[in-house]
């Protein structure tokens, strides 16, 4: 039986991320700078001594790191937390690897904001994407993939990238923008809103089922190749316009008390999307879950805690 270690376990991906281990069999440990007092252990992995004993203690064979700092805006309100969840946390992993555990394989995850996708040579945007230096997340997820290549060019460190897509989940938290409607609608079928504007719902962006997006993680973890990056994504462009609508469309008082904005024609937005050629053809990976769904589901969990 395989040995997996998830960093980052208690967060939506990584929780999604532990189940899925589980049901294909893996020894799966968990670590996260809180514990659920049951399979996640607490551990600070910005303690470079913590971090080294922990991975020596266990030994995996593959690690998921999902720990960081996710977010641009954020990044601009605590630059210094951002260099060191993103950056040094990192580093600690890998480093803690080589000494204790050099066959170990580690799966890093980045994410699409990453891209310059006004760049692209196509609305379907390939690992070739130039990347941005926008804001201090990107510099800090680019720098982390620089340090780490020098780690597998100079010491045999085995590691693996991801670039990954908007993915959604009924666990998701607040603050995204699939969430943070369901929440209002909730709260409107509540009777706690009178009713609720809509902001700028006018793009075009690859969004997934996060089950999907931890599928592809572990195939990543089996057979993804050393030092390459895999765009994780659905490979299909969704207009949030209409993601939205879908979800107003459930609720006949949204319905009744909000104006959706008038949908623009598809060809005056771009449609980006995630290439994933690359992903298929090195994992096998195929998207399973229908985006509706979905966000039927994200709904109906919002509805649960509101309602």
Known sequence: MKK??????????????????????YETVGVD?????????????????????????????????????????????????????????????AEAVIASCPDTTILFIGSANQYDMSASESPMVDESCPLVQNSPYAVSKNTQEDILRL?????????????????????????????????????????????FEYGNLDSWRDFSDVRDVVRAYRLLGETGRIGEVYNVGSGKSSYI???????????????AKTTLPKRLPDEDLVHY???????????????????????????????NRYV
């Open 4 to 25: 997996a270690l998830v960093i980052g376990a208690m967060g939506f991906a990584g929780s999604a991320l532990m189940a899925e281990l589980k049901s294909c069999g």
């Open 33 to 93: 700078i809180v514990s659920d007092g049951k399979e996640v252990i607490k551990a600070d992995m910005l303690d470079k001594d913590e971090a080294s004993r922990l991975i020596s203690d266990i030994k995996p064979d593959v690690i998921f790191n999902l720990a960081g700092q996710a977010s641009p805006i954020i990044s601009w309100k605590d630059i210094n937390l951002t260099m060191h969840l993103n950056v040094d946390l990192s580093v600690n992993i």
């Open 151 to 195: 780690l597998i060019n100079k010491k045999g460190l085995k590691a693996v990238f991801t670039r990954s897509f908007n993915h959604i989940g009924p666990n998701q938290k607040e603050g995204f923008v699939v969430t943070d409607y369901c929440k209002r609608i909730a709260l409107l079928e509540k009777g706690e809103l009178d009713t």
């Open 241 to 255: 316009r209409d993601m939205i609508g879908i979800l107003v469309e459930k609720s006949p008082e949204a319905a």
């Open 273 to 303: 999307s995630a290439d994933i050629t690359k992903l298929r053809d090195d994992t096998g990976f195929e998207p399973e879950y229908d985006i509706k769904d979905t966000l039927i589901s994200v709904l109906e969990a919002y509805r």
